[in-house]
């Protein structure tokens, strides 16, 4: 099993700035991919961002490229995804994944972005 915990969120003004951070715990040998993904009120859950293992690969939505930024480190477990220039529709439950033989989701942390 696999344990993620989510902080960072919160309440930020258009063209804001937000650090959300996520760390594992458990048997984290398992995790290949880690990343973030969100769920505004009556969409589905989309992919923000994730990274490989070694870091080596990133993947983006193409609604936050350019203004997130995604990094991983092994060491502490942890992935953090760097947001800036955030808009209204950012507004959402950000979710961090962790991705091996299973999948993994943490909790949850808001984000609202006022305009």
């Known amino acids: 099993q696999v344990q993620l915990v989510e902080s960072g969120g919160g309440l930020v003004q258009a063209g804001g700035s937000l650090r959300l951070s996520c760390k594992a715990s458990?048997?984290?040998?398992?995790?290949?991919?880690m990343g973030w993904y969100r769920q505004a009120p009556g969409k589905q859950r989309e992919l923000v961002a994730r990274?490989?293992?070694?870091?080596?690969?990133?993947t983006y939505a193409d609604s936050v490229k350019g203004r997130a930024t995604i990094s991983r480190d092994n060491a502490k477990n942890t992935v953090d995804l760097q947001m800036n220039s955030l808009k209204p529709e950012d507004t959402a439950v950000y979710y961090c994944?962790?991705?091996?033989?299973?999948?993994?989701w943490g909790q949850g942390t808001q984000v609202t972005v006022s305009s």
């Open positions: 458990g048997s984290i040998f398992s995790i290949n991919v």
């Open positions: 994944n962790a991705r091996g033989i299973n999948n993994y």
């Open positions: 990274i490989t293992k070694g870091g080596g690969i990133t």
